[in-house]
Structures are given as C-alpha cells and as structure tokens.
C-alpha cells in the first residue's frame, strides 16, 4: 500500500522568494519515484520534477528542486525565485516501480505568490 | 506536448442520462488511467488499464465503466448520471518502464449533473 501526505492546505509566499511545499509517503515498494506536478486554475496538470529512490543526488529542474530524505521518507519541492505563475495547487505524487505500480497522489497544497 | 486528449472539456447533463467521456492518447503508451477530482482537492484514481482488453477498478468506489478495446483510446462510460457524479474527470497515460515515466494528463473534463 503507499500513502502520500501534503500537511499544508495552502502557502502563501512573496514574490521573488523561495518556497518549501511538504511531502511525505509511506511505501512497501523497495523502488519507487516521486513526482511533483502542478494544477493552474485552468485544471491541466503540469509534470514538474522526478525523483527515483535511488538517485544519489537530489533532483532539480530549473527553478525546482526536490528535497529528498529517504530516511525520514520526504519528499519536499522547493520553489525558488517565486513568480506570480507559480500560484496553482501543487500535488505530490509517488509510484511503485515493482509492485503498486499506479501513480497515487496527495491531497495537494495551494500555493499563492503575493506581488 | 503531451498528447492526450479528453472531450468534452465541460458538459452539463440532466439527471438519468448516459454519457461518454472520451479520451485518446497518441503515445502508444500502454496504460491509461481515468481520476476524479473535486476542484481544489485530491485525485482520486478510479479506473486504469495496462494495455488492450485490460481494466481495473482504482482505490475510489465509482458507478462508471470504462473500456479498452483499441491502445489509444479509453472511454469512460456513466449509464445513468446522479448530481453526485459532479466533478472533474482527468484522464492520464504513461509509458512502460521503470524510474522517470511521468504520467501524461489531458486537460479534463468539467461533468455538471443538474
């Protein structure tokens, strides 16, 4: 079974600054990856940023950088530089590369960039 | 791009009737999933397929049907709508293998039951 958890509704962060959104997971699977995507109001989902379970380096993608602590089973986007565009939900997601094999997702946290 | 395609993007239908959301991948990807979606909130997977002729029930208990008869088609299918079926409707495809094999979204569908 595999749990994500996003403990932050919403976020509110000033323009030009850095923001950290929360993620947390629980999984049986011994490989797994972990995605970050993002939701405009306009309800498309955006593919953010990857990272496998076992990739030694933390993963960034532009602006975007993933926090990853596998002990303690987190999984945190860090946004830098934050621009007005960046106001959407943000929904962690995880997938099982063996078993559990479906992409679950969190519940999502609203970010709001303030001018 | 992505290319995955839902239709309609929004539709508003009556109590009782029977409708088709539609999606279409040009990928090949083998798997295909349909979530639903209350706006602002979680998605919640309620149907997949690993490839032709394979569906599955996700983990969110769902009165619709879907089917997989060609790879890059697969069709959600609610015999009889009730106002509790309003929601967003997204549809997803990835490729096989494992690590970086994002999923792929279309835009969704806005289902309104009045």
């Known amino acids: 079974a595999q749990k994500i958890t996003q403990t932050q509704p919403g976020m509110f962060v000033q323009e030009k600054e850095a923001v950290t959104l929360d993620c947390t997971y629980d999984?049986?699977?011994?490989?797994?990856?972990l995605f970050w995507y993002k939701q405009p109001s306009s309800g498309e989902m955006i593919f953010l940023i990857y990272q496998g379970s076992y990739d030694q380096q933390n993963a960034t993608e532009g602006r975007y950088s993933l926090n990853f602590q596998k002990a303690r089973k987190s999984a945190n986007l860090v946004i830098s530089a934050s621009q007005l565009g960046d106001s959407a939900m943000y929904f962690c997601?995880?997938?099982?590369?063996?078993?559990?094999?479906?992409?679950?997702f969190g519940a999502g946290t609203r970010l709001t960039v303030k001018p | 791009e992505a290319d995955i395609y839902q239709t309609p993007r929004y539709l508003v239908i009556g109590t009782g009737k029977k409708i088709t959301l539609e999606c279409s991948q040009t990928m090949g990807h083998d798997k295909m999933y349909w979530y639903q979606q209350d706006p602002g909130m979680e998605l919640h997977l309620i149907h997949y397929?690993?490839?032709?002729?394979?569906?599955e029930k996700g983990d969110l208990s769902s009165e619709s049907t879907v089917s997989r008869i060609r790879t890059e088609h697969f069709p959600l299918t609610l015999e009889s709508a009730r106002p509790s079926h309003t929601s967003q409707y997204l549809c997803?495809?990835?490729?096989?293998?494992?690590?970086?094999?994002?999923?792929?979204f279309g835009q969704g569908t806005r289902l309104t039951v009045v």
């Open positions: 397929s690993y490839g032709v002729n394979s569906t």
């Open positions: 997803a495809s990835r490729g096989t293998g494992s690590g970086r094999t994002e999923a792929f």
């Open positions: 997601a995880m997938r099982g590369l063996y078993n559990n094999n479906d992409m679950r």
């Open positions: 999984t049986s699977d011994p490989s797994y990856g």
